[in-house]
């Protein structure tokens, strides 16, 4: 079945430095969601790619679809301690599709 | 908007015993999706409804669990009985669209242990 994979499961980042997760599926997709989740929180929807080779930016928060659209990137730049928590991914085989297949989520802390 | 709701926010129950989790969806929402996270399995679907109908049940682990959307605006999950490996984050989400087409919004969830 589909699956998504999601790299580095741990990311200890110091405050200020950049740093970028990555998402793998072995399917095509036809849109990849981003949710963040803090300690002790519920995951939280950040956006949706859809086009391949997207690009979408949230402040200090840049995300990538793949031209394959197979594939997905979070960069962070000048991380700070509002940036801890869990990242996952989702992928969607279809528009039509509820089944989102979550990655495991990339867990960052960040050191003052 | 005070998004989706559930309750309880965390229940510890013995095993054996019934347990009942509530979610009240973002009014609007036509889809409702119950999920379970532990540290094992991660987010895992567990059923999805789409206008109060079920339309997947096949996350549903066993027969110990059931799930019912009586009208659009309120949603149970229960286990009966509970077992100890029951024990995990049990999220609500619901989505305005049929498909996962512009994201879900999660509930604040409920933390179940099962003693």
């Known amino acids: 079945g589909q699956q998504v994979m999601q790299i580095p499961q741990y990311q200890h980042v110091q405050e200020g430095e950049d740093f970028t997760t990555y998402c793998n599926s072995s399917t095509t997709l036809s849109n990849i969601q981003w949710y963040k989740q803090r300690p002790g929180g519920h995951p939280v929807f950040l956006i949706q790619l859809v086009k391949s080779g997207e690009v979408k930016k949230q402040k200090r928060l840049t995300f990538q679809f793949g031209e394959a659209k197979k594939n997905s990137s979070l960069h962070i730049t000048a991380t700070q301690t509002t940036d801890v928590g869990t990242y996952f991914c989702?992928?969607?085989?279809?528009?039509?599709?509820?089944?989102?297949?979550f990655g495991a989520g990339t867990t960052v802390t960040v050191r003052a | 908007d005070a998004g989706v709701i559930q309750s309880p926010r965390h229940e510890v129950t013995e095993m054996g015993q019934e347990v009942t989790l509530r979610c009240k969806p973002i009014s609007g929402h036509n889809s409702l999706f119950w999920y379970r996270q532990t540290m094992m399995r991660g987010l895992e679907l567990l059923i999805y409804?789409?206008?109060?109908?079920?339309?997947?049940d096949s996350g549903m682990p066993e027969d110990r669990f059931s799930a019912k959307m009586p009208n659009a605006s309120f949603s149970t999950l229960k286990i009966q009985p509970s077992e100890p490996r029951d024990s995990a984050v049990y999220f609500c989400?619901?989505?305005?669209?049929?498909?996962?087409?512009?994201?879900?919004?999660f509930g604040s969830g409920t933390r179940l242990t099962v003693v």
């Open positions: 989400a619901s989505s305005l669209r049929q498909g996962a087409n512009g994201g879900y919004t």
């Open positions: 409804f789409n206008n109060n109908v079920p339309i997947d």
């Open positions: 989702a992928g969607a085989l279809s528009s039509n599709d509820y089944k989102l297949s």
